[in-house]
């Protein structure tokens, strides 16, 4: 079992909708929670940071993370076409080691 | 320059080439990562430097060897490299832990 697992997509939504990303994990101990966000032919840029359990909210973006069920979500309101990238979903322990998902496409159609 | 910063951006080498990438970060940060990313996989960490002093070696193989000379710059000697270590190479950088931010990545081809 991959310790980080994320469903490559790919997702195609038309501009406006909502997108929604998850991502299930196996390892109790992860309390640190990120979204990254990599455009085509760039690296990976920080999104969304949490720590433990809840939900939290920049702009059209929303985090939330239920450890219980070992869960995490990303949401996107009002998509954009220049939301069309793949995104990574990244958790660590206490420590400086990132376990990061396989990543998930979302093309956004204008 | 700001933020984290990689040459060359694309490379490509035969198998009995020398090379090396170059990572530069402008944050201030003491910790630097190297990562390979590879088509639908997930990144794959290689090699951690804290305050210039290596802290991980995720089972990279010899033909991939970093050199951390000061906290500000990395670099990822390449020799004898094989066709499967084509990928995305990828630095980051940090200050104490998880928030990392990564520079735009070289693509390296190798024939």
């Known amino acids: 079992q991959k310790e980080v697992e994320q469903d490559p997509g790919p997702l195609s939504v038309p501009e406006g909708a909502i997108v929604s990303l998850n991502c299930t994990y196996s390892n109790s101990a992860f309390q640190y929670f990120m979204w990254y966000r990599q455009y085509s032919r760039k690296g990976p840029e920080l999104l969304m940071y949490?720590?433990?359990?809840g939900n939290k909210e920049d702009g059209r973006f929303t985090a939330q993370v239920d450890k219980s069920s070992k869960y995490i979500s990303l949401f996107i309101r009002d998509s954009q076409p220049s939301d069309s990238a793949t995104y990574l979903c990244a958790m660590s322990a206490n420590d400086y080691k990132l376990s990061f998902g396989a990543g998930t496409t979302v093309t956004v159609r204008a | 320059e700001t933020g984290v910063t990689q040459t060359p951006r694309h490379l490509v080498m035969g198998m009995t080439n020398k090379k090396s990438l170059k990572c530069e970060q402008h944050l201030g940060h003491n910790a630097m990562y190297w990562y390979k990313q590879s088509a639908k996989k997930p990144l794959e960490l290689m090699f951690v430097y804290n305050f210039k002093e290596q802290t991980e070696n995720n089972s990279v193989p010899s033909r991939f060897s970093p050199e951390c000379p000061n906290s500000s710059h990395l670099f990822l000697h390449l020799h004898t490299l094989q066709p499967e270590d084509s990928a995305l190479y990828l630095c980051?950088?940090?200050?104490?832990?998880?928030?990392?931010?990564f520079g735009p990545g070289t693509r390296l081809t190798v024939l």
């Open positions: 980051a950088s940090s200050q104490e832990g998880t928030t990392q931010y």
């Open positions: 949490t720590y433990s359990s």
